[in-house]
């Protein structure tokens, strides 16, 4: 089975600080994808990545920015954490025939 | 641009009742579908999906759904919940744009009661 694994499960950082949110997959899959989720909204895109060192605009990107230097780790980056980036992330990489989650992280902005 | 509408945002249910959830997308061409469900406290998981062939979908738990393309629905259903049914529930599509992009719905929220 494909495992989509996120290294943290619940962080709490203060505003403007600079937030990493890390996801390795161990299937060499190329396509990967950051979505934040919230009640009432469901699940946003937020970045997702062909391959290596190629990313491209989900539905939300901005306050947001990613990395791809190597095929299984997929980054999520926030340059200056605000509170309403306070959600809960989840990563996920697709393969015919379909999509794999990880478990999430959880982040609290303070 | 492709959208999901789950129109139940929550849903609750007794025990043994029979439940049907709304999902209808937006997209004019191929899809696939989607239903996700997350138990409290847990991971998305993947319930069933339909790419092609038999419109009626079965997954796992006893759960299925009907692809209606005349209606752009995808409703899941079951015919008699369990408590451990209570869950969120998500609705997604993926377009044939072959950018492999799942679209989500906004979830509805089924809880059971014993």
């Known amino acids: 089975d494909v495992k989509v694994t996120q290294s943290s499960r619940y962080l709490v950082k203060r505003t403007g600080e600079k937030v990493f949110l890390e996801c390795v997959q161990d299937?060499?899959?190329?396509?990967m994808f950051w979505y934040r989720q919230d009640p009432g909204l469901g699940l946003r895109l937020i970045y997702f990545?062909?391959?290596?060192?190629?990313?491209e605009k989900g539905d939300i990107p901005e306050g947001y920015s990613v990395s791809r230097e190597k095929k299984e780790r997929f980054s999520l980056i926030l340059e200056s954490a605000s509170t309403n980036q306070t959600s809960m992330y989840l990563c996920?990489?697709?393969?015919?025939?379909?999509?794999?989650f990880g478990s999430g992280t959880r982040l609290t902005v303070v | 641009a492709q959208s999901v509408s789950q129109h139940n945002h929550h849903v609750i249910l007794s025990e043994a009742a029979s439940l049907e959830l709304g999902c209808n997308y937006s997209?004019?061409?191929?899809?696939?579908l989607f239903w996700y469900v997350q138990y409290p406290g847990q991971h998305l998981q993947l319930l069933l999906k339909?790419?092609?062939?038999?419109?009626l979908v079965k997954g796992i738990k006893g759960f299925e759904a009907e692809f209606i393309k005349s209606k752009f629905s995808f409703n899941l259903r079951k015919p008699s919940v369990q408590w451990s049914d209570t869950a969120e529930y998500f609705c997604?599509?993926?377009?044939?744009?072959?950018?492999?992009?799942?679209?989500f719905g906004t979830g509805t929220r089924l809880t059971v009661i014993p």
């Open positions: 996920a990489s697709w393969a015919t025939p379909g999509y794999t």
């Open positions: 299937m060499d899959h190329e396509n």
């Open positions: 990545s062909y391959d290596v060192k190629m990313k």
């Open positions: 997209y004019g061409g191929t899809v696939n």
């Open positions: 339909y790419f092609s062939g038999d419109p």
């Open positions: 997604a599509v993926i377009g044939q744009t072959g950018a492999n992009n799942l679209f």
